[in-house]
C-alpha cells in the first residue's frame, strides 16, 4: 500500500495526477496501519516489540499527513515528506518481518496439548 502511496503522491506531483487519488489512499493506508496495530496489541500484547513498532509507524504516519498538507505550500515539505515516506516503509517493513519471523517461530514450537 505504500508503495502504491508513493506512486500516486509523485505522480500527482510529476504526471499531475489528481492529489484527490494520493489522499484518499493515504487515508485508507492509515486505516490498514491503525487495523494491524490494534490486532499487533491484541494478539502479542501491549508491551510487545511488535505493538511498539506498530504505535511508532502510526505516530510517523501521523507526522506523514502533517508534512503532507505542509507540501502543498513548500518545495522543501515535499522533499521532508518524501524521505519521510522512506523511513516509514522502513518501519512498516519490519513490522511485517517481525510479524513473519514470530509465525514461524510459533510454527516450529508447537505448544503441547493437556
Request: net charge neutral; glycine share 8%.
Amino acid at each position: 500500500m505504500l508503495f502504491v502511496q508513493v506512486i500516486l503522491g509523485g505522480g500527482s506531483v510529476v504526471l499531475r495526477f489528481p492529489v484527490e487519488y494520493h489522499l484518499v489512499w493515504g487515508v485508507l493506508t492509515f486505516l490498514v496501519l491503525i487495523a494491524t496495530g490494534v490486532l499487533a496489541a491484541r494478539d502479542f500484547g501491549l508491551m510487545s516489540t511488535l505493538s511498539k513498532v506498530a504505535v511508532a509507524s502510526i505516530a510517523d504516519f501521523v507526522v506523514q499527513g502533517v508534512l503532507g498538507l505542509m507540501a502543498f505550500n513548500s518545495a522543501v515539505a515535499i522533499v521532508v515528506h518524501l524521505t519521510n515516506a522512506f523511513m516509514l516503509a522502513v518501519l512498516v517493513t519490519y513490522l511485517i518481518s517481525f510479524v513473519d519471523s514470530a509465525d514461524k517461530a510459533a510454527a516450529s514450537h508447537p505448544t503441547s496439548a493437556t
